[in-house]
């Protein structure tokens, strides 16, 4: 692969400041349609041989474009904040949203290369990491993003020449470090594996560009003109989203109906259930205090359920047994303009805790393939890929030790309808009730089927739906708070 990147590529003075004039002229063009559009981001990733000319072609690139509409991000070592958290979480944090260009100088990549190469992750744990960089880059390009990839090549005898040239010149020497000459020891071992986790990573919608980095002139007419043809392409394609190839919801043959196999008249009376809930609470609030919780986990709370069916009711009984400045609580509705702006994850990305901490999710990511669904807000490509997608958040949240509780609670048809008359009766209740709320009573049937392929689809081992049977809401608090103590006390 990086063979046609050591042949001494070369660009003479009077070619190059004849070209580059129109260059920067099309690029501007460019840059402001795209913003003007605001139909899908661009993402472009920097990464390759130190000394390579990466960090003079992402400043070139600045001076050429607009720097108002460029999103550059030097990403280094995680900082402790970013430590707390599954890996991919700063990055989700700085995609650029649709109209803007994102430059990721170091990228998601570094931390499995540099792992394999220094021996800190074996060949397994490098393909699982591979594996899942191909699903990140699936999912934003499904979700209309622009993806080029740059890797800036050097020869071995090339990258000797410019680390001594760096840094026998008082200007550029401190531009050269320890880390620098060391990993050019390692040089043999970062070119077998990055060459094989590039090509590993090329693909089709988001395939790597090996750029020579030897020749200043030819390295940055050989970025801009690629990055100009793949705004052009992507402005007259509109960048439509990739055709998915996910297979249809399964036939249920065998009848079997998750939420209608509940027992809704499971109770508790009100002497029962004060005592358990003072139990139940006193014993979630030790174990969110215990040293070991602080220091090694965090916890999210994923609420979903019908209209009506007391997850508020559910929820201030959670927090009430929690010191509230270590829980947040995220209500989510429609998205915002800036949310729409982004893949559909980012907003519950951007919300995942720290170490020590609970997040509850007042409704979740789970509305892609319940309510948008149903209701015809994305296409049947969108949900039906989703699955996976959710699947693979949660697997990188429980990577990082952060446990997750899902319920659902599930309350009769008829009983709906008399909590939606008690909300039309009481004065303090009345915001709570809305026309869409009772709109959503004549899909009963299609909500039911949703969820039911919900749970076939999402409920693993390590992030399993709990159904809770929410006709009597006493029964249904208690449900949700020993469910809680037992994940925490699994995990300690």
Request: charged letters at 30%; proline letters at 5%; a positive charge.
């Amino acid at each position: 692969m990086f063979e046609s990147a050591e042949l001494g590529h070369k660009i003479d003075k009077q070619a190059y400041e004849h070209e580059v004039p129109q260059l920067r002229e099309s690029l501007l063009d460019a840059q402001f349609d795209l913003a003007k559009a605001k139909k899908f981001p661009v993402i472009v990733l920097v990464g390759g041989v130190d000394g390579a000319g990466k960090g003079e072609t992402v400043n070139l690139l600045n001076e050429w474009m607009d720097p108002r509409h460029i999103q550059v991000h030097a990403m280094d070592a995680p900082t402790p904040e970013e430590r707390e958290r599954p890996p991919m979480w700063r990055f989700w944090r700085a995609l650029p949203p649709k109209g803007k260009i994102g430059v990721f100088f170091g990228s998601w990549y570094t931390g499995p290369i540099v792992g394999k190469v220094l021996g800190k992750i074996g060949g397994a744990e490098l393909d699982r990491r591979i594996d899942e960089i191909n699903r990140f880059e699936k999912m934003l390009t499904d979700e209309g993003a622009l993806i080029i990839k740059f890797w800036f090549h050097l020869s071995k005898k090339a990258q000797r020449r410019r680390l001594k040239a760096l840094a026998k010149n008082p200007r550029t020497r401190w531009r050269v470090t320890p880390t620098d000459w060391e990993r050019f020891r390692l040089y043999d071992k970062f070119r077998r594996w990055s060459e094989y986790t590039l090509r590993e990573t090329s693909s089709s919608t988001a395939p790597w560009i090996v750029v020579e980095g030897a020749d200043e002139r030819y390295r940055n007419l050989t970025v801009g003109r690629i990055l100009l043809d793949a705004l052009r392409e992507g402005l007259s394609s509109g960048m439509p989203q990739a055709v998915v190839t996910a297979p249809p919801p399964p036939l249920r043959v065998d009848n079997l109906n998750v939420i209608q196999a509940l027992d809704l008249s499971q109770s508790l009376d009100k002497r029962d259930y004060r005592k358990a809930l003072e139990a139940y609470q006193g014993r979630l609030n030790l174990l969110a205090r215990t040293p070991e919780f602080k220091k090694r986990y965090s916890l999210v709370v994923a609420y979903e359920g019908v209209d009506a069916g007391g997850k508020g009711g559910n929820i201030r009984r959670v927090t009430a047994a929690i010191d509230a400045r270590y829980y947040t609580i995220i209500p989510v509705a429609a998205p915002t303009d800036e949310e729409r702006a982004q893949p559909y994850l980012w907003r519950f990305w951007r919300h995942v805790p720290g170490k020590g901490r609970v997040t509850i999710f007042d409704r979740t990511w789970y509305g892609r393939v319940l309510v948008e669904r149903i209701e015809g807000f994305c296409t049947e490509a969108d949900w039906l890929r989703a699955y996976g997608e959710i699947n693979d958040f949660e697997e990188q949240l429980v990577r990082s030790n952060i446990l997750i509780a899902k319920f659902w609670i599930a309350i009769g048809k008829d009983e709906q309808l008399k909590r939606f008359q008690n909300r039309e009766e009481t004065s303090f209740k009345r915001f709570k009730i809305t026309e869409e709320d009772r709109r959503n009573r004549e899909k009963w049937d299609a909500y039911e089927q949703a969820v039911c392929d919900m749970v076939d689809r999402t409920s693993t081992d390590i992030a399993p739906w709990t159904l809770v049977e929410g006709n009597d809401k006493y029964y249904a608090r208690i449900k949700v708070l020993r469910t809680l103590c037992d994940t925490i006390e699994a995990a300690l």
